[in-house]
């Protein structure tokens, strides 16, 4: 499977469509989920053209890698729900057909701002 130049969020990345941003870096852009589950749901999504977490973890460099995991870091605390600021989050990665992934552009939700629940249905 190759990457789809068509994906919204591609199009999100090349500001054709437009999204409620939270913020920014060179590695990552993250705004609000539009359809959100949870008080907050926001998603971070890689700057970088991967289809999901196995595609980056193959591919990606290890600058992108760091700068992945720091933007997360970096969004849950501006959202308030960090350890440090707030009391917590969960960031989920669906991957590929079984995993549930529609958008396919790699992306963590973070849901927090209240008790997130089972991790499994
Ligand atoms: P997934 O099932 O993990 O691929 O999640 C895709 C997510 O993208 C869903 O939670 C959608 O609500 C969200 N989504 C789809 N289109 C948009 C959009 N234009 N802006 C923000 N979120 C979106």
Redesign the pocket.
Known sequence: MSYDNNN?FAK?LRDE?P?NRIYEDEFILS?????P?KKI?A?VITKGKYINLDDFSAKASSEEMVGLLKGIGIVAKKLGISTEVGKGYRAL??ISDHG????PHL?F?LFGGEKVGKMVE
């Open positions: 919204i999100i469509i999204c705004f609000h989920d539009i359809n589950q749901h998603l990665a669906n549930g992934q529609e958008v992306h939700h």
